[in-house]
């Protein structure tokens, strides 16, 4: 069963711009941060951003000033708005949620593309 539901992924011109969504499902509960990872090929998988419930963000150096992270916790989703991108942005991205209680969900991955 499905439980984090990504969307928004695709492939862009550098400089352009998406917005990734990350759902989580009614099972989940006591969500603690909601945030998104990345791996692109070769690469170990990284942090870009995470939010708390309470809006404290986290953002990778590389994305500080270029994406924004915001978070809907009536809806269980978070956004990461991603601007300005750069082809070394290409990667799959990953939504990770981690609970209080019940460890941590991921998603299956969504592709971003930045073509130069």
């Known amino acids: 069963q499905v439980q984090v539901v990504e969307s928004g992924g695709g492939s862009v011109q550098a400089g352009g711009s998406l917005r990734l969504s990350c759902a989580a499902s009614?099972?989940?509960?006591?969500?603690?941060?909601m945030g998104w990872y990345r791996q692109a090929p070769g690469k170990q998988r990284e942090l870009v951003a995470r939010?708390?419930?309470?809006?404290?963000?986290d953002y990778a150096d590389s994305v500080k000033g270029r994406f924004t992270l915001s978070r809907d916790n009536a809806k269980k989703t978070v956004y990461l708005q991603m601007n300005s991108l750069k082809p070394e942005d290409t990667a799959a991205y990953y939504c990770?949620?981690?609970?209080?209680?019940?460890?941590?969900?991921w998603g299956q991955g969504t592709q971003v593309t930045v073509s130069s």
């Open positions: 009614e099972s989940i509960f006591s969500i603690h941060t």
């Open positions: 990770q949620i981690s609970t209080w209680l019940r460890g941590d969900y």
């Open positions: 939010i708390s419930s309470g809006g404290v963000t």
